[in-house]
């Protein structure tokens, strides 16, 4: 692009030089030069107010016609115009098709700004929390939704945990908020109804809870007979084989039942409100005790449990959980290796840690280990004894106390499983 100023220079000359030449012959040079630039003043003067006056009534329509560098700033701003419209247009597409598909979404959808105010909000938000049009705009979420999980969670800070709450609009109906920060300090709240899931979790548990309590008394009955058979001197040996391996079957059945129920309580029973001292050093000790009276697994069991060692909590639940991990590293050590249960405690809670140096478990099948009845190696554990359930007790009961459970293994270099508590738990006295 050529400058302007070249151009711009000899119309200065073109306004002065004529006048300057004519004052010369008539009034005098300097008047006329004066009157020149008098006149070039004058032309950018007109062209100044006809810019600002654009500006101040007709922005909508194309700037006005001009020369020299007028015309080259005209036509700047012109482009810097289209560019802006074009700029804008692309940006109310995108949010005229963010906001379709919002609205489209089942799920709800709240946007909230810095100081948790509703800035927008879709269709299905006014479904499921009855959001109203334009006179909730504006308004603080915490004024509409009188939650404490939702005002936890608008307190704290990073990413929080999603809530499960009931519907503020139909006691039956239960909804999951789930609150994502984005941008400078804003906020979107996603709202799911979850009613259908949690009738369905209600009647799965429903249906484990009864199955388990009816398949318990006719099996309670057969194992009844079972130890009459066995303690019968009439059964010749020939019999005495297949009635030690029912009567197997039936322990291992009705470990698999009390597991189920214990699960189902787990799942359904409300965390204890009041928190008892729990003795780690102590149960640690109570369970290697069983764990070397299983008779399988290694002879060495290690303790490195601090004596005094103390937790709040429910010392059932925690025993269980606790002895889930120390038979399970029993079960899959040989019996020339080592069992350690210990027991460590900082500023980031309590750390309880059974370790083996056992089979190990391939890296795939850790994220499954929780999982009901799921088995790495399903003949070694038919083998060994094992219900499937163990861990994911293990995990419910972390679930209630605010914990959590960590795995670490390798296949050939053994296991390390931890249950994770948080500082809340800690007795420090």
Not at 163 to 185: A, C, F, K, Q
Request: net charge positive.
């Amino acid at each position: 692009m050529k400058s302007i100023w070249p151009l711009e220079a000899l119309r200065l000359i073109l306004s002065v030089l004529p006048a300057t030449l004519l004052g010369w012959l008539t009034v005098g040079a300097g008047v006329g030069f004066t009157i020149g630039l008098m006149a070039y003043t004058a032309w950018h003067l007109w062209q100044l107010y006809r810019l600002e006056r654009w500006f101040r009534l007709d922005r909508k329509r194309n700037p006005p016609e001009g020369s020299g560098a007028w015309g080259e700033v005209f036509d700047h701003y012109y482009r810097l115009q289209q560019r802006h419209l074009n700029r804008k247009r692309r940006l109310a597409r995108v949010l005229r098709e963010f906001r379709n598909s919002t609205e489209a979404m089942p799920d709800g959808t709240v946007v909230l700004d810095r100081e948790a105010r509703i800035i927008w909000f879709n269709q299905s938000a006014q479904t499921l929390i009855g959001l109203q049009g334009n006179q909730d705009l504006g308004q603080p979420i915490g004024n509409l939704l009188r939650l404490p999980e939702l005002g936890e969670s608008l307190e704290s800070e990073g990413y929080p945990e999603p809530m499960e709450v009931t519907s503020p609009l139909h006691p039956d109906r239960y909804l999951n908020l789930n609150l994502i920060p984005y941008g400078e300090g804003q906020r979107l709240l996603l709202i799911r109804d979850v009613t259908r899931l949690r009738r369905l979790e209600r009647m799965r548990r429903d249906f484990v809870a009864n199955a388990s309590h009816e398949l318990r008394s006719p099996l309670t009955v057969v194992q009844g007979y079972l130890e009459a058979l066995s303690e019968d001197r009439k059964i010749t040996e020939e019999w005495q084989r297949p009635i030690d391996e029912m009567q197997r079957q039936t322990q291992k059945m009705t470990a698999i039942i009390n597991d189920m129920l214990e699960l189902s309580r787990l799942e359904t029973e409300a965390p204890d409100a009041d928190r008892e001292r729990v003795d780690v050093s102590g149960i640690s000790a109570r369970i290697r005790e069983e764990a070397l009276a299983l008779g399988y697994g290694p002879r060495d069991v290690r303790i490195d449990v601090p004596a005094g060692s103390c937790i709040l909590g429910a010392e059932a639940e925690l025993y269980s959980a606790f002895s889930n991990l120390v038979f399970n590293a029993m079960r899959y050590t040989r019996a020339d290796g080592t069992v350690w249960i210990s027991w460590t405690q900082g500023r980031n809670g309590g750390l309880f840690s059974v370790r083996d140096n056992g089979v190990g478990i391939e890296p795939k099948h850790i994220p499954r280990l929780t999982q009901r009845f799921y088995r790495v190696d399903s003949a070694r554990a038919r083998k060994s004894g094992g219900t499937g359930l163990g861990l994911a007790i293990v995990k419910h009961v972390m679930q209630r106390h605010g914990g959590r459970l960590e795995i670490e293994s390798s296949p050939g270099q053994g296991s390390c499983f931890s249950c994770r508590l948080p500082v809340n738990r800690l007795v420090t006295e």
